[in-house]
């Protein structure tokens, strides 16, 4: 089944404990992207990538990571979370170019709470 | 900068019809995507318009007017089910989505 995989679905952490959530797609898709939802503010994009070893900020980046050493795996890297970065994560994926009909497929969300 | 607009919420009755409308105003334009998300799960894929006009898939049905920068989604006999968040998006560029706030539809009996 195509799919993005995403891990945990879950997570409560401490201030400042490094934390990597993992994203894995098997459709073969060049374009994976990082996004978080909050209320009131919609889906905003963390991180993208185009391919592998291309990577590039999207509209909030700060105090996150990527790294895109292999097609299927984009990785989220928080070093040090902080309480502001509670949110619903979002990986997604795409083929290249512009003429994909699906837009993103989404894979299932990290709920990930930081206290 | 990239502006989407959509109503922040909406009701309907069980069986009625409702329009999300959508307005943008975006550094480009390649397509326009309806999303449906479920409160807590992940958006799914529910309409692509890329030409002007109507695109209609069963009890849903999306249209585009570029030169408007406007789209709306129709959503004909509701159902309960249906209750859930609308997200419109529109590919600036590349693969790029960028999404507006998303309008939240509360179907009643």
């Known amino acids: 089944e195509a799919q993005v995989t995403q891990n945990p679905r879950y997570l409560i952490t401490v201030t400042g404990k490094k934390l990597t959530v993992t994203c894995s797609q098997n459709?073969?898709?060049?374009?994976m992207s990082w996004y978080r939802q909050d209320p009131g503010l919609g889906l905003r994009q963390i991180y993208y990538?185009?391919?592998?070893?291309?990577?590039d900020k999207g509209d909030v980046p700060e105090g996150y990571k990527v790294s895109r050493k292999e097609k299927r795996n984009f990785p989220l890297i928080l070093e040090s979370p902080s309480p502001n970065q509670t949110s619903l994560y979002f990986c997604a994926s795409s083929l290249s170019g512009t003429g994909d009909p699906y837009g993103y497929t989404f894979g299932s969300g990290t709920r990930l709470t930081v206290v | 900068g990239q502006n989407i607009d959509q109503p922040t919420e909406m009701t309907a009755t069980e069986g009625a019809i409702v329009q999300i409308n959508c307005t943008y105003q975006?550094?480009?334009?390649?397509?326009l995507f309806w999303y449906q998300q479920h409160a807590g799960e992940a958006p799914t894929f529910l309409s692509y318009n890329v030409l002007d006009g109507l695109e209609e898939k069963g009890r849903f049905s999306s249209f585009l007017s570029r030169s408007k920068g406007y789209s709306y989604l129709l959503l004909k006999e509701l159902q309960m089910k249906d209750s859930a968040s609308y997200l419109c998006a529109v590919r600036v560029s590349g693969n790029m989505l960028t999404f507006g706030g998303g309008t939240r539809l509360m179907v009643k009996p």
């Open positions: 990538s185009m391919n592998v070893e291309v990577t």
């Open positions: 975006t550094s480009g334009f390649n397509g």
């Open positions: 459709m073969n898709h060049e374009y």
